[in-house]
């Protein structure tokens, strides 16, 4: 097993920080294009008019705004932050135009984002923005997919390695942002498997053995009383529930919500068996730790780091600076699932120009040429991803199985979806998952029906 170098402290702490601002919660706690008036934008025009690269528009001095809840600006540190200041400088001479980052408390930014884009005049030309916001803004057509602002001319269209599309949104693609790799994975303690002579869950998964069967069986060994006190003192595993029911409803090919078809899945089967496996968890197992005593508090997303967990969901963002040594693998397969979608990501953010914004092509394409800077890394994140693990088959396992594996979902962005109550009378209250499902499905509907189609 070869142990990698870490990264510096400096660009670990940059990178978990931009990384945890789109995470859940609001984004506070913590994931991975244009031309002059003459380019060709019609779909039809022949390859060597689409593809030639056009001559650069004077702007007239317009400033091009881009707009986050953290400063976007590269911050000069690294030697890649420096040459694109530099290209950044390049790119404004070239447009004449002036590039500014806008930096908007994210408690204000979509209240500023909503009432600018009503006036017509966004407040910024490229706003980040997280899945769960932008569903009703694109609902309400207040955001422009990129097929009306890139050609087959732009890098995102092509070898993508200076911008890539966001997955899609409402059944298409609206946003884009640098390519990335990581996801929500299944992470185990190494040292704790060791000690309790547990088989390595990467072996398992090379060999086809990997499934809910196998790491309930795992989670089982796991907890134990080791100090004989007649109290369990490790368990098998932990996490919140709701991201645990999530995660575990996308392995098993299930949605909470289909947000591109309107659809609640509460009743789906695949959705069903996901909370019947859960419940079996924690109340007929018993193999998960409640550190709070509430299955239902956020603070559980922690409880790993104690090092008394053997297995737990966790994003890539979550696993700096611990205490232990771990090792990943993607969140298991259900009966119903495939290894094309491991976990759920309902914390998806990505950036997005506003319905409203002049030149929208040549804003993008200005944007987009601004990353294109010496590429130091072999894949993307791989710096990221190296400093966080330590071992080289754990980058791998994230960048080739769990990269890519992630699916938008997006119930928090419905009005009182019922997710927390549907688990809070399975987990607390002992209800019968059908039975539940059943009494939260007209109220899902009714959520869904609020925010429309």
């Not at 789906?268 to 996901?274: G, L, M």
């Not at 993307?380 to 991803?385: A, G």
């Not at 962005?413 to 019968?432: M, R």
Request: hydrophobic share 35%; aromatic share 10%.
């Amino acid at each position: 097993m070869r142990k990698i170098q870490g990264l510096s402290i400096l660009v670990l702490c940059f990178m978990l920080i931009l990384t945890a601002c789109s995470g859940e919660n609001g984004g506070n706690k913590g994931t991975n294009n244009e031309p002059k008036e003459s380019a060709v934008t019609d779909a039809t025009a022949a390859p060597e008019e689409a593809t030639a690269t056009p001559e650069p528009v004077d702007m007239g001095g317009r400033v091009i705004r881009i707009a986050a809840w953290w400063d976007l600006k590269p911050a000069g540190t690294t030697t890649s932050e420096k040459e694109r200041l530099a290209k950044i400088e390049e790119v404004e001479k070239k447009y004449n135009v002036k590039i500014e980052f806008v930096n908007v408390p994210f408690e204000e930014y979509m209240p500023k984002f909503t009432a600018t884009v009503l006036t017509g005049e966004p407040f910024a030309d490229i706003v980040q923005m997280e899945y769960k916001a932008a569903l009703p803004a694109v609902l309400k057509g207040q955001l422009l997919p990129i097929s009306e602002y890139t050609t087959t001319a732009n890098n995102i269209n092509n070898e993508a390695n200076l911008m890539a599309k966001a997955p899609p949104i409402a059944g298409e693609v609206y946003a884009f942002d640098n390519p990335g790799a990581g996801g929500t994975a299944m992470h185990y303690n190494r040292d704790l498997f060791k000690k309790l002579g547990l088989p390595d869950l990467q072996e398992l998964y090379t060999g086809g053995l990997w499934n809910w069967d196998k790491f309930l069986e795992i989670a089982k060994l796991a907890t134990k009383d080791t100090d004989n006190d007649g109290k369990n003192d490790v368990y098998g595993f932990s996490g919140w529930s709701t991201d645990i029911f999530r995660n575990f409803t996308a392995a098993n090919g299930g949605k909470i919500v289909d947000e591109a078809t309107g659809v609640q899945g509460l009743t789906d089967p695949k959705t069903i068996e996901a909370a019947e496996f859960i419940n079996r968890l924690y109340n007929t197992e018993n193999v998960v730790k409640v550190k709070t005593g509430d299955r239902m508090n956020y603070e559980e997303f922690n409880t790993f780091k104690d090092g008394d967990v053997a297995m737990f969901q966790a994003p890539a963002w979550n696993i700096g600076e611990l205490t232990f040594d771990i090792g990943v693998v993607p969140i298991p397969n259900g009966p119903q699932g495939s290894p094309e979608v491991t976990y759920a990501n309902p914390g998806q953010a990505a950036k997005f120009i506003p319905k409203g914004v002049k030149d929208a092509q040549l804003v993008y394409q200005i944007y987009e040429e601004t990353f294109d800077i010496t590429q130091t890394e072999e894949f993307p994140s791989q710096e990221w991803l190296e400093g966080l693990y330590n071992h080289e088959e754990d980058v791998a396992m994230q960048r080739d199985h769990i990269t890519g594996t992630g699916q938008i979902l997006l119930d928090d962005a419905y009005p009182e979806f019922p997710t927390g109550k549907f688990l809070t009378d399975i987990l607390v209250n002992n209800q019968s998952v059908t039975a539940t499902a059943e009494k939260y499905k007209p109220e899902a509907e009714a959520s869904i029906a609020k925010l429309g189609k």
